[in-house]
């Protein structure tokens, strides 16, 4: 008897599911892996305009409940990407399959853990994708960092600063600096958060978005100071 396998694609947005070409793209794929492998395509499920931030989508929902009955014993992507970018919930996924006896076999990457080479490949490529992101995630934080100590404009200025005429850096905007002295000065008197918050409303001070101040806000202002 053939192995029972089940196919899942997902684009994440709208406009892609309409026009079709991806998941279309994705389908094929999987219907020649299953090929190749010789096992029998039940289904293909189709997460349409879903991101993969988490994994609480219909058709992963689906593919979850039919691995934990053993409906199948292949579970086919066209590129891992589309099933997960986390690197967090594919160590729970692949924990899952492999717990039920389910193989993932991924196109793009070449991966069937339905074999020790497989697994071995995996742990490895989720253990360099971690580091990938980290090591992105410090280098954008020294350059913003660096940014800042220069004064250089990164995004939207700071509370206390505004654009400088060269578009690239920013300088002090006095009428904010003035309140963000106000709100250290009322914190070092040792007024809470919401009692600063409290009075700059009752004085009719509004914040840049010329709303009513909030404790929350005065935190991350005191905490970016």
Partial sequence: MKTKA??????????????????????????????????????VLVDAGESAKDLDRPGMVRILEMVQSRAVGMVIVAKLDRLTRSVKDLAVLLE?????????????????????????????????????????????????????????????????????????HVEPEPGEQAILERIQRLRKSGKSLRGIAEQLNRLDIRTRQGSRWRHEYIARLLKAA
């Fill in 96 to 168: 899952h399959f492999q717990r039920r006896g389910v193989s993932l076999v991924s196109v793009a990457e070449s991966l069937d853990t339905g074999s020790a080479s497989g697994r071995l490949v995996l742990n490895i490529m989720v253990s360099v994708s971690q580091w990938e992101r980290e090591a992105i995630g410090e280098r954008t934080r020294d350059a913003m960092r660096h940014k800042k100590s220069k004064l250089e404009f990164v995004g939207n200025a700071p509370y206390g600063y505004r654009q400088a005429a060269d578009k690239r």
């Fill in 6 to 43: 089940i196919g899942y694609v997902r684009v994440s947005t709208d406009k892609q599911a309409d026009w079709g070409v991806s998941l279309e793209a994705q389908v094929e794929k999987i219907r020649a892996m299953a090929t190749v492998h010789d096992v029998e395509l039940l289904d």
